[in-house]
């Protein structure tokens, strides 16, 4: 099946540096999603971009189909940034589909 | 308009018992997935239905849990003879056939003594 690997696995950043988080998947995938997971739980979609480059706020992501990666870059951080990133990738046709998620990476934003 | 709710939000039981989770999608959305979430892993799938109707259940252990959709709305998954290893947080997500966003509910957080 479908495999997600996720770096780092954990992220310590001042307030006001970027992020860099990366995502690579084992095989073609025609979705791609990021995803935010608060410390309590809830999780919520951030970005969709199976291919190219898309951007949303402070949030830019970077997919290269080709070479089954993609990244999100955070922006001048904010401590309410923290929180756990997932990656997330389906290779069904059709709108509906299985995600694949990978463990994420914890991002911890100090003042 | 309201986003995926869950209950319980919190559930500790002992091994053996049983639990049934519930959840009640956006309104209008005909897919509905159940996701189980161990600590410190990613959320992986269990089932997902399409309206009324079971799409994939392969990721389900099926001698202990069930998971129905009686009239393509809302969804209940249970757990017979709960196991330490169940314990996790069990996530549900709805998406419109049209779109290829899945909403996420805030969870069940599942501890099993």
């Known amino acids: 099946g479908q495999q997600v690997q996720q770096s780092p696995s954990s992220l310590v950043l001042q307030e006001g540096e970027n992020a860099e988080l990366q995502c690579n998947f084992s095989?073609?995938?025609?979705?791609l999603q990021w995803f935010y997971q608060s410390p309590g739980g809830s999780l919520v979609s951030l970005l969709s971009?199976?291919?190219g480059t898309k951007h949303t706020g402070r949030l830019t992501s970077t997919t290269v189909t080709k070479e089954r990666r993609s990244s999100l870059h955070i922006s001048s951080s904010q401590t309410t940034d923290s929180g756990t990133y997932l990656c997330a990738i389906g290779g069904s046709g059709g709108s509906n589909y299985k995600l694949t998620f990978g463990k994420g990476t914890l991002l911890t934003v100090t003042p | 308009e309201a986003g995926v709710t869950q209950s319980p939000r919190y559930a500790v039981l002992q091994e053996g018992q049983a639990v049934s989770f519930w959840c009640d999608p956006i309104s209008g959305h005909d897919t509905l997935y159940w996701y189980q979430q161990p600590r410190d892993q990613g959320p992986q799938l269990l089932v997902y239905?399409?309206?009324?109707?079971?799409?994939?259940n392969s990721q389900l252990p099926s001698d202990r849990f069930s998971a129905v959709r009686p009239k393509g709305t809302n969804s209940t998954l249970k757990i017979q003879s709960a196991k330490q290893g169940d314990t996790a947080t069990y996530l549900c997500?709805?998406?419109?056939?049209?779109?290829?966003?899945?909403?996420f509910g805030p969870g069940t957080r599942l501890l099993v003594l």
């Open positions: 997500a709805s998406s419109d056939r049209d779109q290829d966003t899945q909403y």
């Open positions: 095989s073609t995938a025609t979705q």
């Open positions: 971009n199976p291919s």
């Open positions: 239905f399409r309206d009324e109707a079971v799409i994939d």
